[in-house]
């Protein structure tokens, strides 16, 4: 069974405080706790079972385990107030560990602040560097030299190909992950959903679901959206944000802010979105993408979580058309610029042209096909690669 590359960092976190952990549906999180559990001799306790749900209400739990696992816990109204009162009293004489399929942060429903009591850790579907096997050095500076070369085409493909969620990746088959989608999507509305959200017109809301994959890639327009379904702006924009809380899809804002683009009129609300499951996207060039900003959000996530270093994943777009895929701020600074593209090819002007008005030390054209690394002249201070995928994605933890 491959190891998850973030379980070390969850075992370490464990010895100080409890960890929440947060990611979409079946991306693994439920095989780290009963993982956990077996190596601490601990109790998994699932708040979508019947019988644990009724000792979790009574806080009849067992008392003879090291370590305690609640899984899908924020489905309870008062799951926060209730977490705080066990981290209070058995801490650190119990571990815990609470793992979600939705932001946990957003289902909290009121009640006293779990502040200084918790780690949080985000669960991403499979990468690239996890498949590979890549050992990174985990010092940024050294990561951003992309010094690791890894050659595995068909890990690649295969991601491609059945995205990242273990199900359909291990399958190997597109028809069983074709399956595997299909039921996942009814779960995902049907299910979740229900159990966060009142709403009425879930016909819709899978409607816009199923739409979604058309945008990835271009400006996000809700008023678009609202007139094919023929459902209010106010609607839309709600669903939207469902979807984002659950880990169905994320959205990337624009690069601004006028101390960060000098003389540049860029835009500033004009939001792109992309899928957790990136396999959803029919068109090749964008579905590349998004397994591209897939990946760089988990590069963001890993930082926050293990350095606890402030990330944001941007993009840049301007008035006269210019634009770059993919900005990672760091503690509100431009760090690296990602330019992807689907075969090898000379500099974009786009992100020569941000590069020459903008200080970012590390910029990166990617492309699919090839394995070519090389480095052009500085610009601005930035260092510039042209490089493949296998070898960028390699050198992403």
């Not at 209730?82 to 801490?91: A, E």
Request: aromatic share 12%; glycine share 4%; charged share 30%.
């Amino acid at each position: 069974m491959l190891q998850r590359r973030i379980f070390k960092y969850i075992k370490d976190d464990l010895d100080t405080k409890m960890v929440l952990l947060a990611g979409p549906r079946q991306c693994g999180k439920t095989t780290i706790a009963k993982s956990l559990v077996k190596e601490y001799n601990g109790r998994f306790y699932n708040w979508d079972d019947i019988e644990d749900r009724k000792l979790i209400m009574n806080s009849v739990l067992d008392f003879s385990k090291d370590l305690w696992a609640f899984d899908e816990l924020h489905k309870y109204r008062s799951w926060r107030n209730w977490l705080k009162g066990k981290f209070d009293k058995h801490v650190p004489e119990r571990k815990i560990l609470v793992t979600g399929s939705a932001k946990l942060d957003v289902y909290s429903r009121g009640g006293d602040s779990l502040q200084g009591r918790y780690f949080l850790h985000h669960l991403h579907p499979l990468t690239y560097a996890e498949l590979s096997g890549t050992k990174l050095k985990e010092d940024l500076d050294t990561l951003v030299l992309m010094q690791k070369d890894v050659k595995d085409s068909e890990a690649l493909d295969t991601l491609l190909k059945l995205g990242g969620f273990p199900e359909p990746f291990l399958s190997g088959s597109e028809r069983q992950a074709k399956r595997w989608r299909n039921s996942y999507t009814d779960r995902l509305v049907r299910e979740d959903v229900r159990d966060l959200e009142n709403i009425i017109q879930l016909d819709k809301m899978e409607l816009l679901y199923h739409h979604l994959p058309l945008t990835v890639g271009s400006p996000l327009s809700i008023n678009s959206l609202r007139e094919d379904l023929e459902v209010s702006f106010d609607a839309v924009k709600h669903w939207l944000e469902i979807f984002e809380n659950i880990y169905a899809c994320f959205r990337v804002s624009p690069l601004g802010g006028k101390q960060i683009l000098k003389n540049i009129r860029a835009v500033k609300k004009e939001q792109k979105l992309y899928f957790w499951d990136w396999a959803l996207v029919d068109n090749d060039a964008a579905r590349f993408e998004n397994l591209i900003a897939m990946h760089l959000l988990r590069f963001c996530h890993f930082i926050e979580d293990i350095y606890g270093m402030r990330t944001e994943l941007r993009y840049f777009r301007d008035t006269r058309g210019h634009e770059v895929d993919f900005i990672i701020l760091k503690e509100a600074k431009p760090w690296i610029a990602v330019e992807v593209k689907l075969s090898e090819q000379s500099l974009d002007p786009s992100l020569k042209y941000l590069l020459e008005r903008v200080t970012i030390p590390y910029a990166f054209q990617v492309h699919l096909k090839g394995d070519s690394y090389y480095q052009v002249d500085d610009i601005n201070g930035a260092k510039v690669s042209i490089i493949s995928a296998r070898r960028f994605l390699s050198n992403l933890v």
